[in-house]
């Protein structure tokens, strides 16, 4: 098992920044990918980023690309997701994931544990 827990979401005004941190424990060695998704009500779970653990390689949706950028401390188990630029659109809860296997970085069946979750909201 991998316990996930976000923290740093928040109220922004449009075109500020937020830095979300997820914090891994447990299994931590079984990790192969972390990601973030979001999700706005009424909305379906969406990919937002991902990280392939050891090589750090990154993956971006398009909608955030060049503004967000994810990023990850394997000393603290800790991903990070910094948002610059922020739109009203990026308002959502955001959920950190784990996977422990290659697989589809872009879809929610790609990982194994998720987190709660941590709120942003951007105003207008």
């Known amino acids: 098992q991998v316990q996930l827990v976000e923290s740093g979401g928040g109220l922004v005004q449009a075109g500020g920044s937020l830095r979300l941190s997820c914090a891994a424990s447990?299994?931590?060695?079984?990790?192969?990918?972390m990601g973030w998704f979001r999700q706005a009500p009424g909305k379906e779970r969406e990919f937002v980023a991902a990280?392939?653990?050891?090589?750090?390689?990154?993956y971006y949706a398009n909608s955030v690309k060049d503004r967000f950028t994810i990023s990850r401390d394997r000393a603290k188990n800790t991903v990070y997701l910094q948002m610059d630029s922020l739109k009203p659109e990026d308002t959502a809860v955001y959920l950190c994931?784990?996977?422990?296997?290659?697989?589809?970085?872009?879809?929610?069946?790609?990982?194994?544990?998720w987190g709660r979750g941590t709120q942003v909201t951007v105003s207008s």
């Open positions: 994931a784990v996977s422990t296997s290659y697989g589809n970085y872009g879809i929610e069946a790609g990982y194994d544990y």
């Open positions: 447990g299994r931590t060695f079984s990790i192969y990918r």
């Open positions: 990280i392939t653990w050891s090589s750090g390689n990154t």
